[in-house]
T-cell receptor, first 109, second 115 residues
């Protein structure tokens, strides 16, 4: 069965510092991976997907099949990045998303 | 246009009672999902509806949980004989079509508290 692991429940950094939110997955096939974000008092929303290889709000994530990781990175964190971040996996042929338990990021001034 | 809406926003119920949670997806979205968000447990998939196909119920934790989707639109999640461990935020999401599961639009959730 597929599994998504986010080892850090909480992550705290200072404004301007680099940030990396870790995500590891286990899946035997070819996965699709995503990052979702939930800002305070807002709805959960898609941040980025590995297929698009884009940078959203300064965040990037590279799929590393060898390490089965999909870490989310930003070189200079901003206070408005404070939120709950979820890594999610979609297996081929399924419409189901498997989410990690989430990492709460706090960016301090 | 309106996003996904859920009602009620909060529900407090006594252990053993049945509850119904409602989800109104975005108009035209054929796929609908229910998730449970428990403290420290992330999002747990419950059930997925796609058009007129049989739903994927693989995430329902017990037979006390059921869901239906009428007319391909509104969905109701029913929890019978609620237990304290059912306390969580129940999220509904919809997406436009199959193959775009990642583009799920989430509702605000229903916070269920079982006392």
């Amino acid at each position: 069965a597929q599994r998504v692991t986010q080892p850090e429940k909480l992550l705290s950094v200072f404004k301007g510092a680099p940030v990396e939110l870790k995500c590891n997955y286990s899946y035997s096939g070819s996965p699709e991976l995503f990052w979702y974000v939930q800002y305070s008092r807002q709805r959960l929303q898609l941040l980025l997907r590995h297929i698009s290889r884009e940078s959203i709000k300064g965040f990037t994530a590279d799929l590393n099949k060898g390490e089965t990781s999909f870490h989310l990175k930003k070189p200079f964190a901003q206070e408005e990045d404070s939120a709950m971040y979820y890594c999610a996996l979609k297996e081929g042929g399924s419409e189901k998303l498997v989410f990690g338990k989430g990492t709460k990021l706090t960016v301090n001034p | 246009g309106a996003g996904v809406s859920q009602s009620p926003s909060n529900k407090v119920t006594e252990k053993g009672k049945d509850v119904e949670l409602r989800c109104d997806p975005i108009s035209g979205h054929t796929a609908l999902y229910w998730y449970r968000q428990s403290l420290g447990q992330g999002l747990e998939f419950l059930i997925y509806f796609q058009g007129n196909s049989a739903p994927d119920k693989s995430g329902l934790p017990s037979d006390r949980f059921s869901a239906e989707r009428t007319g391909g639109s509104v969905s109701t999640l029913t929890i019978q004989r609620t237990q304290q461990e059912d306390s969580a935020v129940y999220l509904c999401a919809s997406s436009l079509q199959p193959g775009r599961a990642y583009e799920q639009y989430f509702g605000p959730g229903t916070r269920l508290t079982v006392t």
